[in-house]
């Protein structure tokens, strides 16, 4: 697309914010806001949630992406065009509305995850090929950056029915092989390849490793942290990385700083915090750590810093209930001094850091209020479905969707979820550093 430098208005209703000031002239970095549009595996990644927002589900790779970050971009759910179940065909039929949606809240990139529907409904490969390159043309003809994740392998040892086979089998990874190559050819658009760290090389039926899909064609929690590992280093190509640091004794909501930080105590000072049964240790003053499913105790401490402090929770026995959730933290009721009403929108910052960590299926911070609950990286399996979380030591920023207060609104809460795996022994150390409960500021 040729643009006029000296009459860029023309072209301004089509044109993202960032691509109209780079047409301008000025230096320009993309507004930090993505979009994600796809299939189920996009769809899935955000869980409906009451007040008409969304939670973000602990087999998200956005949401990982986010925790990866520390909160350098946003993916809000209201960004997901994923629709379960749709063909590249379904998915490009509504591209111009999501390319809209995204270029109207002022993204500055995209993400694609799709066409494993087309093997199944049989859609030619030159059809997929095809209906790609257009959805990727309207997203970077908007001036957003486009970011394909490559297909993923298909079916395992236990989901054998999932397998692909033949032609559509070969079209499969060749759809894989053509997406990768798109990055080397055409400006502003990317891939990520999940095959090189999710799939069986040594499968001839295309199958995943064991546990990095939860039923043979979705990602697990796994898999999805795989993948925004992958992201992360894309993103922080397209986007410069923000230290941010998430909580200040200054910086305190209030008349005067109406979008400070929400919460009461969030640099866990003081001991006078509550602690359920089989919980010892020091409790910050205004927390609560919660009580813990029988057979298993939680050692409570705070960890004091040069101006900061981390709440670390170690969690050891043998549950007595497998997949069992409980409110691991919380801080039951805050409100700034100025006030919280109706019609006021809240996302929370959450530090998490965790040891390798055996047993466990998820940590989830969330924020509610009289009728409203944003979850992030929430884990809605059990023993059926089990959403292993990723090995080794990890560390980032869990981010919750916005949450616009309803109801009667008198107050917000904040707190994290922690969900223990079977009924075997557990190990989990993590550790929380100081939360930010942020109201959303109109753009400056």
């Given at each position: 697309m040729t643009i006029d430098i000296k009459n860029p208005g023309?072209?301004?209703?089509?044109?993202?914010?960032?691509?109209?000031?780079?047409?301008?002239?000025?230096?320009?970095?993309?507004?930090?806001?993505?979009?994600?549009?796809?299939?189920?595996?996009?769809?899935?990644?955000?869980?409906?949630?009451?007040?008409?927002?969304?939670?973000?589900?602990?087999?998200?790779p956005f949401a990982w992406l986010e925790f990866l970050t520390?909160?350098?971009?946003?993916?809000?759910?209201?960004?997901?065009?994923?629709?379960?179940?749709?063909?590249?065909?379904?998915?490009?039929?509504?591209?111009?509305?999501?390319?809209?949606?995204?270029?109207?809240?002022?993204?500055?990139?995209?993400?694609?995850?799709?066409?494993?529907?087309?093997?199944?409904?049989g859609l030619s490969l030159a059809t997929t090929k095809a209906n790609a390159t257009a959805i990727?043309?309207?997203?970077?003809?908007?001036?957003l950056a486009f970011i394909w994740v490559a297909e993923?392998?298909?079916?395992?040892?236990?989901?054998?029915?999932?397998?692909?086979?033949?032609?559509?089998?070969?079209?499969?990874?060749?759809?894989?092989?053509?997406?990768?190559?798109?990055?080397?050819?055409?400006?502003?658009?990317?891939?990520?390849?999940?095959?090189?760290?999710?799939?069986?090389?040594?499968?001839?039926?295309?199958?995943?490793?064991?546990?990095?899909?939860?039923?043979?064609?979705?990602?697990?929690?796994?898999?999805?942290?795989?993948?925004?590992v992958q992201l992360k280093a894309i993103i922080d190509r397209i986007f410069t990385?923000?230290?941010?640091?998430?909580?200040?004794?200054?910086?305190?909501?209030s008349a005067s700083n109406p979008y400070g930080n929400a919460?009461?105590?969030?640099?866990?000072?003081?001991?006078?915090?509550?602690?359920?049964?089989?919980?010892?240790?020091t409790v910050p003053t205004s927390w609560t750590v919660g009580t813990p499913v029988a057979g298993l105790s939680v050692v409570s401490s705070i960890i004091a810093g040069t101006g900061s402090a981390k709440l670390q929770l170690a969690i050891t026995g043998t549950p007595s209930i497998a997949y069992s959730k409980w409110d691991a933290l919380k801080q039951a009721v805050f409100a700034p001094t100025n006030g919280i009403a109706a019609g006021q929108t809240y996302r929370?910052?959450?530090?998490?850091?965790?040891?390798?960590?055996?047993?466990?299926?998820?940590?989830?911070?969330?924020?509610?209020?009289?009728?409203?609950?944003?979850r992030a990286l929430y884990n809605n399996g059990g023993a059926s479905d089990p959403f292993l979380w990723p090995t080794g030591a990890q560390s980032g920023v869990i981010v919750t969707d916005p949450l616009t207060m309803g109801g009667a609104a008198t107050f917000l809460e904040a707190g994290v979820h922690i969900q223990v795996g079977p009924a075997s022994a557990a190990t989990i150390t993590v550790r929380f550093g100081e939360p930010m409960i942020a109201r959303v500021a109109p753009a400056p």
């Open positions: 023309a072209k301004a209703a089509s044109l993202s914010a960032g691509l109209l000031k780079a047409s301008q002239g000025k230096f320009f970095q993309p507004a930090r806001i993505v979009a994600v549009i796809g299939d189920s595996r996009a769809d899935l990644s955000w869980l409906a949630a009451n007040g008409g927002g969304r939670s973000t589900y602990c087999v998200s520390g909160g350098t971009v946003t993916i809000p759910g209201a960004l997901n065009f994923g629709v379960a179940g749709e063909t590249t065909t379904q998915i490009l039929a509504r591209t111009d509305t999501a390319v809209a949606a995204a270029v109207a809240a002022g993204a500055g990139a995209a993400i694609g995850f799709m066409s494993t529907n087309d093997r199944t409904s990727e043309a309207k997203f970077t003809d908007a001036g993923t392998p298909r079916g395992d040892a236990a989901h054998t029915g999932l397998r692909l086979t033949g032609t559509q089998l070969a079209n499969h990874v060749e759809i894989r092989r053509w997406l990768i190559e798109r990055a080397y050819y055409y400006q502003n658009v990317y891939t990520v390849d999940p095959w090189a760290v999710i799939a069986d090389r040594a499968s001839t039926t295309g199958d995943a490793i064991a546990n990095y899909l939860y039923d043979g064609l979705h990602i697990g929690s796994r898999g999805a942290f795989a993948i925004a990385p923000i230290a941010r640091s998430f909580a200040s004794a200054a910086d305190i909501g919460m009461s105590n969030a640099q866990f000072a003081g001991s006078g915090g509550t602690a359920g049964s089989n919980v010892t240790g929370g910052f959450f530090p998490v850091e965790w040891d390798d960590p055996t047993g466990l299926n998820h940590i989830s911070p969330y924020i509610k209020d009289d009728s409203n609950v944003r």
